[in-house]
């Protein structure tokens, strides 16, 4: 997997807390992070799945049948 690198900035606060975990876990504070983003990003992911649901249900959004899509590109073996 590619590393990207990014410049970030915390309050001092967060940045105290992620050093003291860090170095009681005996993990990177990279580590620490990836964790932690990847645990908010699957809250966000259920989030915005049950914003869609509500938006397909009160007409919001509009769901359209796959093989009436894939008709319509010409796809009908797909």
Not at 8 to 33: C, F, G, H, P
Not at 34 to 57: M, N
């Amino acid at each position: 997997m590619a590393v990207v690198k990014k410049l970030i900035s915390l309050d001092n606060m967060v940045a105290d807390e992620l050093e003291m975990v860090s170095s009681a876990l005996k993990v990177t504070q990279k580590e620490i992070i990836e964790r932690a983003l990847d645990f908010y990003f699957d809250h966000t992911d259920t989030i915005l799945a049950q914003k869609i649901s509500k938006d397909v249900e009160d007409g919001i959004e509009k769901v359209h049948d796959a093989k009436e899509v894939f008709a319509d590109m010409g796809l009908n073996d797909v």
